[in-house]
């Protein structure tokens, strides 16, 4: 059992034990961006054995000055295409970008827990 997870200033904790039931609704649901570092690209593309240029065609597009991972339409939803439908989890956890280490504890949420609530079974109040 893994424990607790709290982050100073957050009104909640996580209990990432609830990832095992949650159908992955943090890499699935809406459409949204999944942004990636240049060293987060290096990463991966070391993970899955690709050159650059292969993995930015295949898995990448650009917003703005950044680059964001592609994702999949699945009937009315969307899904990272790393989500491992079958595994129910990530087929490059151990080189995930920042932005999926860091949830919940993102910004945007601070004043939002109602809504990460929504999203995320492992929300404690604190």
Do not use: H
Not at 68 to 90: Q, T
Not at 115 to 124: A, F, L, N, Q, Y
């Amino acid at each position: 059992m893994l424990p607790m997870m709290y982050k100073e200033g957050y009104p909640y904790a996580f209990n990432p034990n609830a990832c095992s039931s949650c159908e992955a609704r943090c890499c699935t649901g809406e459409s949204g961006y999944i942004f990636v570092s240049q060293a987060e690209i290096l990463k991966i593309c070391e993970l899955l054995n690709l050159d650059i240029s292969e993995f930015a065609a295949k898995y990448l597009f650009k917003k703005d000055y950044k680059y964001s991972i592609r994702e999949r339409r699945v009937g009315d939803s969307y899904e990272c295409l790393f989500y491992d439908r079958a595994n129910n989890g990530c087929s490059i956890y151990e080189a995930r970008p920042q932005q999926c280490r860091t949830f919940p504890f993102w910004d945007y949420f601070k004043n939002r827990v109602d809504e990460v609530k929504r999203e995320c079974p492992g929300i404690v109040d604190v």
